[in-house]
């Protein structure tokens, strides 16, 4: 093995843009955590339908194809972001209300959920790959921006839309914050995260947070989705599937119900990642990104940082 | 109990719906036979590949040249029998082919199998056909060990990875003349294999090697390795889907190199996903660009009229594998047995002398390689923004020249 | 559970309304039928497996005919849907009667295949083998390593709750894949051909027909049949619905968890070593992608729909999974239905099967008789989901604790 020291620089500014991205999505896995004490599989997919719902609004419905300047740009891209991340909500909202909702009324068992929310992903994703929808092809996301290099940090370029996804990410950062911390919609998430029965017995009306928990963790899972297409410039019905594991063991990393946890294990897992080719050649990245998570879950399964709601 | 009554309706409706609709639609897949000729024996020519599923756009291509070729040859009638293609659909898939080549085999009138056209099917089907004795020729398939199976009756109408390698490397040196050329690759059969050759070839100047996932979108990692290594030229074995993104991640982090890629590159796609980056890319091709073939000429205007778009990549490769087929069977007796037929077409095939088709000549070497000239039979190809597409510079030795 | 069951009650309890309105002019020899069949014991396997024996004939005599496609076309699908139906089997064991989520069941099957190439006369001569055996010889080492690898997946992971094993499991089969990709020693993303055909003196496998090849797994599948059934019904099979059911519990009772957790990894993980052996000398080539981490999730949509907890449930889930795709992709002739490609369309299917199952028919299509008492689900774990149900009106005061546990 032979480090190459000339890598550390970039591999830690790509590594931290990347992680960035891991961490808006692992968000959406951390907060139905945190509720439910279940994974939800379905996240993948509801990340793919924020990048996908913005490539039929933007793409084909508006027919953007020249990338827009100074306060139109900013407003395109908050149009973008909200399309995404309203489009993701719906899609949050109905996956609680027809697969888990109906578990949750017959007091089903915890495999139960975690099959039912398997399937509706596979459903989501391969119904999405049909020729009538996406197709199997990736498809060429809108250019709203044109991408440029913003300036450049140990020697790796960072782009225009790198750094509207750090700003993005941190403002979902301190924006969930706040709503879980000041809300009192954040207040009753903490509580049944706390005690289900005693928030019940409180007057918290169960059904409707956790529906809002899906519906947040959604949102900024197609924040992230539409961030990811913006960046790579292409949309691609199975796009969640690496992106969903990666943001699920960034959730992990960082202790999954722990929304601080969850950012910084996103920004870890990036780097971790990223960096592993100073040392070792790009095909073993992902080796080392699941050994990561492995060890983790065996010798810490609560995460680095713990698992709590609002940290 | 309350439970949603309609969801159980709106699923059972939509699965009555799906049996209804795949009744409705119920139509023959298998054999079609042009008419034209008043022969009372046929003969089946067998073909198989990804007609469906996510392979089909380079399937169906393929496929169609073969038909043209069986319809052409049961319109000039000068066969003891009329041809009949029989095709078989893998979706590309080996687990399928054992089955599927044994269902050929089978086939009574069976005299060759034009195909597999992937060559994963084809190493599982090979065995297959080699044990049932049936001629195979594959049109597309370039995976060099195809050859090193000892099959008796294999036979590829292509130049392989090994012809392509070496001439993707002769090209960049001696076209480009980079000091330094970075290779990468998919991690795939295909991608890896090719990548080794032009690396080995290249030698000294290669700089680095890297390995990207094709299920990942984010190459950063990879983006940093080759901007460490500062390349002029950047090869990428692998396929459309992640070259673009690949080359347009290369630009935008900074790598001014000449991106050279491979067939599996040459896709119109390819544009759309590396964006400014296309333009300034090279891909090598074992597939003559049959529009600038004179002896092409009426192909073209053939498939363009039967399937009202202009040959793929390989469906001249899959014309010429049926008419080397029938050129044999023209002196083959009707009431012989098919066992003696398909041996018959062994032995002519390997008794092809420089037997011309419209995109080379073919010679094969006792291991079914076809002898091709590397520096006239591949060909380069390079992103035309203008016509959205690859576009042929022309057979690699006139293009270094 | 080994009582005596009468035809009546096995109707009452799986199709009550079709059961009120048969008359006892019918159910009569049903019953006498029904007492037969569990008369002969062992002998049920023979009829088994001769009616199995006899499904290549079948087809051979124009069973699918009217569907389209040559029958050797379905003779091999046949012998895919067996190996299928193994590997639903095997998996079965594992979430069905042990209740433990493994959504990367297809490494097993890819490290019996290896273990068969690596092991026997494959590939190109400077191909890396461990030995060069005779095929047959081989099928002892695929099953142990894919059992071995049912241990070091199984300690490891015990102490993990289920959803996070299930992403262990799917970062182990995600882990393997890309480690044989990498390797040199597994030819990488190349893959290895050539792994012989199995003969028996002059004759060989390879040559004739599908036939032989379904053959040689009907007494593979009766055998994992045979095997599973005897340990569902003995002691063993009482610990895992135990432990499924509440492990706490079942753990105070003395049942020993950690052996018994890693022995349904270990059975589950047998069938699948077997099977991989089957695949690895049909295809007689894999390569990383024969084995995507896909196929684990359709391994898990046979044994859900099918019925989890259930033998002849996993089977049908089997058949479920690859025949009937393949059926309609027959019937609709390389176009699509509705839409649907056939091929990746069937997976959109299955997803929204898996959901519509769970909701309203969690024991699936042929519920084990043992599950369906048990399918109230009163795990301490669910408390927590069970309160959040708008009719989750049961008194929660024991589940409390549990689920401030979890919380912690």
Redesign the interface.
């Known amino acids: 093995m032979h480090c190459n020291a000339g890598l550390i620089g970039p591999t830690f500014v790509t590594g931290l843009i990347l992680g960035s991205l891991y961490a808006l999505t692992a968000l959406g896995y951390t907060m139905v955590y945190g509720v439910l004490k279940l994974i939800n599989f379905a996240h993948d997919a509801i990340f793919m339908i924020g990048g996908m719902s913005v490539f039929y609004v933007f793409g084909i419905y508006l027919g953007i194809t020249t990338p827009a300047t100074g306060v139109l740009l900013a407003g395109t891209i908050v149009a973008l972001l909200l399309v995404g991340g309203m489009a993701s909500a719906g899609a949050a909202s109905a996956l609680e209300r027809l697969a888990y909702r109906p578990l949750r009324e017959r007091g089903a068992a915890r495999l139960s959920y975690l099959i039912s929310a398997i399937g509706a992903s596979f459903f989501a994703t391969y119904l999405v790959q049909q020729q009538f929808l996406l197709g199997p092809a990736k498809r060429i996301f809108p250019d709203v921006l044109n991408v440029t290099t913003a300036f450049k940090l140990f020697g790796a370029n960072v782009l225009s839309v790198d750094v509207i996804i750090i700003v993005v990410a941190v403002l979902c950062l301190v924006a969930l914050d706040r709503i879980i911390n000041v809300t009192s919609t954040g207040r009753s998430i903490r509580a049944l995260s706390e005690d289900v029965v005693a928030a019940q017995l409180m007057g918290v009306n169960v059904n409707r947070v956790i529906q809002m928990t899906f519906i947040i963790g959604g949102f900024f899972g197609g924040i992230a989705g539409v961030l990811t297409g913006l960046k790579f410039g292409n949309v691609v019905w199975n796009m969640g599937f690496v992106a969903g594991i990666k943001a699920f063991t960034a959730a992990v990393l960082g202790g999954i119900g722990n929304i601080r946890g969850a950012m910084l294990g996103g920004i870890m897992l990036g780097l971790i990642e990223n960096m592993s080719v100073v040392c070792v050649g790009s095909e073993w990245k992902n080796v080392v990104a699941f050994s990561v998570l492995v060890l983790v879950l065996i010798f810490r399964p609560t995460g680095i940082f713990g698992e709590k709601v609002g940290g | 109990m309350k439970r949603p009554r309609w969801l159980l309706t709106a699923a059972l409706l939509s699965s009555l719906a799906l049996v209804a609709a795949a009744c409705g639609s119920s139509s023959d897949n298998g054999s079609s036979s042009a008419g034209g000729s008043s022969q009372s024996c046929t003969w089946t020519i067998g073909t198989m590949g990804a007609l469906s599923g996510d392979y089909a756009t380079i399937g169906i291509p393929i496929e169609q040249g073969i038909q043209y070729a069986v319809d052409q040859q049961n319109a000039a009638g000068d066969l003891p029998c009329n041809l009949e293609l029989k095709k078989e659909d893998s979706q590309g898939s080996p687990d399928k082919a054992p089955a599927l080549a044994r269902s050929l085999a089978q086939e009574s009138n069976l005299v060759a199998v034009v195909g597999p056209y992937f060559s994963g099917e084809t190493l599982a089907a090979g065995p297959v056909f080699d044990q049932g004795n049936v001629p195979f020729i594959t049109p597309s398939a370039t995976d060099p060990s195809l050859a090193d199976q000892g099959w008796t009756n294999f036979f590829r109408a292509v130049g392989n990875d090994a012809d392509q390698g070496p001439t993707a490397a002769t090209f960049i040196q001696q076209k480009l003349k980079p000091s330094k050329v970075f290779v990468i690759d998919d991690n795939s059969q295909y991608g890896k294999t090719l990548a080794g050759i032009v690396a080995g070839k290249l030698g000294s100047t290669v700089t680095g090697t890297a390995h990207i996932d094709p299920a990942e979108t984010d190459y950063s990692a990879v983006v940093s390795q080759v901007n460490n290594a500062a390349p002029d030229v950047v090869y990428y074995g692998g396929y459309a889907p992640n070259a673009g993104p690949l080359a347009l991640q290369l630009k935008q982090g900074g790598v001014n190199a000449t991106f050279v890629s491979d067939d599996g590159t040459k896709d119109a796609t390819y544009g759309g996903l590396a964006k400014e980056a296309a333009s300034n890319t090279y891909v090598t091709c074992p597939c003559a660009d049959a529009t600038k073939l004179p002896a092409a000429k009426s192909f073209v205007s053939g498939v363009k009229s039967q399937y009202n778009r202009l040959p793929g990549t390989f469906a001249a490769d899959g014309f010429d594998s049926v008419n080397l087929v029938a050129g044999i069977l023209k002196d083959q007796d009707s009431s012989a047995s098919i066992e003696s037929i398909r041996s018959g077409i062994v032995q002519g095939l390997h008794g092809l002398k420089a037997e011309p088709g419209i995109t080379k000549s073919y010679t094969f070497a006792a291991n079914g390689e076809v002898e091709i000239d590397p520096l006239k039979d591949i060909w380069i190809y390079k992103w035309d923004d203008s016509a959205k597409d690859f576009v042929s510079e022309g057979p690699a030795g006139e293009v270094i020249k | 559970m080994a009582g005596r069951v009468t035809a009546r009650q096995l109707m009452n309890e799986r199709f009550p309304k079709l059961a009120k309105r048969t008359p006892d002019s019918v159910m009569n020899p049903l019953e006498t039928a029904y007492g037969a069949w569990r008369r002969i014991g062992f002998g049920r396997y023979v009829i088994a497996a001769a009616l199995m024996a006899y499904v290549p004939i079948a087809i051979d005599r124009g069973l699918m005919s009217p569907i ?3 029958s ?2 379905w ?3 046949l ?2 849907t067996g190996v299928y139906i193994l590997l639903a089997l095997g998996l079965n064991v594992v ?1 069905g009667l042990a ?1 433990l ?1 493994d ?1 990367g069941y297809v490494a097993f099957f890819m490290l019996g295949s290896y273990t068969t190439a690596l092991m026997t006369h494959s590939g ?1 001569p400077d191909q890396f083998h461990f030995v060069q055996w005779p095929v047959w010889a081989v099928i002892p080492f695929a099953l142990v390593v894919a059992m071995l690898a049912g241990v070091a997946i199984g300690l ?2 015990l ?6 094993l ?3 499991t ?3 089969h ?2 393997t894949l ?2 044989i ?2 390797l040199t020693i597994t030819n ?4 290895i ?2 792994i012989p ?1 199995p003969s028996i003196g002059d004759f ?1 496998f ?2 004739v ?2 036939y032989y090849w379904w053959y040689l797994l009907i007494p593979a599948i009766l055998l994992a049949v045979i095997m599973i059934r005897h340990l569902d019904n003995s002691r063993v099979g009482r610990y895992w619905t135990a432990i499924r059911e509440d492990e706490v519990a079942a753990s105070a009772m003395g049942v020993p968890v950690t052996k018994m957790k890693v022995l349904a990894f270990v059975i589950g993980a047998s069938t699948s070593g077997i099977a991989g052996w089957i ?1 690895a000398v ?6 990383p ?2 084995f995507p ?1 896909l196929n684990s ?1 359709l391994v ?2 046979a044994v ?1 729909i099918g019925g989890m907890g259930s033998i002849a449930g996993a089977a049908l889930g089997g058949i479920i999974i690859i025949t009937v795709p393949e059926i ?18 069937r ?14 028919k ?1 024991g699936g299509l042929l519920a084990a008789r043992r599950r369906r008492t048990e399918l ?4 301490a ?12 009106s ?1 008194p ?1 005061a024991p ?2 604790q549990s ?2 546990k ?3």
Do not use: W
């Open positions: 389209g496609g040559g050797e076309y003779k091999g699908i012998v895919q979430v209740g989520l959504l190109a490891p992971t102490r993990l709750r289920g959803d996070y299930a992403i262990v799917l970062g182990f995600a882990a890309l480690v990709t990498n990488g993303p190349r893959g051909f050539a055909n060989s390879g040559l027909s599908e695949n049909y295809v007689s080539f894999i390569s992608d024969s981490l999730i898990l949509c859900t309609i992709r027959q019937l609709a002739g390389g176009n699509t239905v509705f839409g649907f490609d056939p091929d990746t369309g997976i959109a299917i299955f997803g929204f099967l898996l959901v519509v199952v769970m909701i309203f969690p109230h689900e009163t795990g774990e669910a408390a927590v989901l069970q309160t959040g149900g708008s009719r989750g049961r929660p589940q409390a689920a401030g979890d919380a912690e």
